[in-house]
Nanobody, 114 residues
């Protein structure tokens, strides 16, 4: 059974930093593309960043230069380092694994106060 478990969310002031982690099990982690998505109240879920199995990365425009996605294949974990946080970054952040199927974690709340 596949499990993606996010952690590291919380409340932070604008300009602060958080590091999200997503620990996986039940998948061949190194062969999966991993991604972070977010969903703010009343809005659709949107891509934040993704990292392919070869380590190449893609970022949504609003987070470029502030967020960094990385992966540790030995720990089967993907990370999202979030710096210079803004109130508009407030959302539930979800981890995503994609190869032949798509799997989602349960999400972790990030709240940025102004």
């Amino acid at each position: 059974q596949v499990h993606l478990v996010e952690s590291g969310g919380g409340l932070v002031q604008a300009g602060g930093s958080l590091r999200l982690s997503c620990a996986s099990s039940g998948i061949i982690f190194s062969m999966n593309a991993m991604g972070w998505y977010r969903q703010a109240p009343g809005k659709q879920r949107e891509l934040v960043a993704r990292i392919a199995s070869d380590g190449s990365t893609t970022y949504a425009d609003p987070v470029k230069g502030r967020f960094t996605i990385s992966r540790d294949n030995a720990k089967t974990t993907v990370y999202l380092q979030m710096n210079s946080l803004k109130p508009e970054d407030t959302a539930v952040y979800y981890c995503n694994a994609r190869r032949f199927q798509v799997y989602w974690g349960q999400g972790t709340q990030v709240t940025v106060s102004s």
